[in-house]
T-cell receptor, first 117, second 112 residues
Framework: DVKVTQSSRYLVKRTGEKVFLECVQD?????MFWYRQDPGLGLRLIYF???????EKGDIPEGYSVSREKKERFSLILESASTNQTSMYLC????????????????FGSGTRLTVV | GNSVTQMEGPVTLSEEAFLTINCTYT??????LFWYVQYPGEGLQLLLK?????DKGSNKGFEATYRKETTSFHLEKGSVQVSDSAVYFC???????????FGQGTRLTINP
């Protein structure tokens, strides 16, 4: 069963800590994405990557960075965690080119609920 | 830029009621439209999609029609079940853009 795996389901970190959220996909997808989910705001794109070592900023990149050293792994880094980064983080992957007539092949992980105290 | 607006939630219905969740969009080109569902404690799953005007997407009793003239993609179901309780997201993607743009989500609760 193909899937996107996020390393932690729940995470509690202290303000100022450096936080790593890991995501691994086993579908050989080119594209990988990090979204943040907040009530009333839906999902907002933080960063995405369309190839190894390539990245592009999404709508809310401030306070975050990413790393993609291998095709299957996409890491989200909070350089210095703050309480306003408490949220649900969702990773997704998709193939390129997008699958014709499909949902573009997006597959989502189950999410990491991060609490910064 | 592209955007998606969903009706405000939360929505609470009784079992077997008729469901409509409104979704409108703004896009510069000709997007594909999607409804995703998120059950408690899980990630997002594709519910249905439509890739061009007048297409109707359907799955698990849910339907949505791509209306270009009203820039809408409303989700409907004739008779909801308790198991339909979830958060529903409308989304769009323009061809080649590779990114999904989501609405704010609508939490649906179905009471027995």
């Amino acid at each position: 069963d193909v899937k996107v795996t996020q390393s932690s389901r729940y995470l509690v970190k202290r303000t100022g800590e450096k936080v790593f959220l890991e995501c691994v996909q086993d579908m050989d997808h080119e594209n990988m994405f990090w979204y943040r989910q907040d009530p009333g705001l839906g999902l907002r794109l933080i960063y995405f990557s369309y190839d190894v070592k390539m990245k592009e900023k999404g709508d809310i990149p401030e306070g975050y960075s990413v790393s993609r050293e291998k095709k299957e792994r996409f890491s989200l880094i909070l350089e210095s965690a703050s309480t306003n980064q408490t949220s649900m983080y969702l990773c997704a992957s998709s193939p390129y080119p997008p699958l014709q007539g499909s949902n573009y092949g997006y597959t989502f992980g189950s999410g990491t609920r991060l609490t910064v105290v | 830029g592209n955007s998606v607006t969903q009706m405000e939630g939360p929505v609470t219905l009784s079992e077997e009621a008729f469901l409509t969740i409104n979704c409108t969009y703004t896009a510069t080109g000709y997007p594909s439209l999607f409804w995703y569902v998120q059950y408690p404690g899980e990630g997002l799953q594709l519910l249905l999609k439509a890739t061009k005007a007048d297409d109707k997407g359907s799955n698990k009793g849910f339907e949505a029609t791509y209306r270009k003239e009203t820039t809408s993609f409303h989700l409907e179901k004739g008779s909801v079940q308790v198991s339909d309780s979830a958060v529903y997201f409308c989304a769009l993607s323009e061809w080649g853009a590779q990114k999904l743009v989501f609405g704010q989500g609508t939490r649906l609760t179905i009471n027995p």
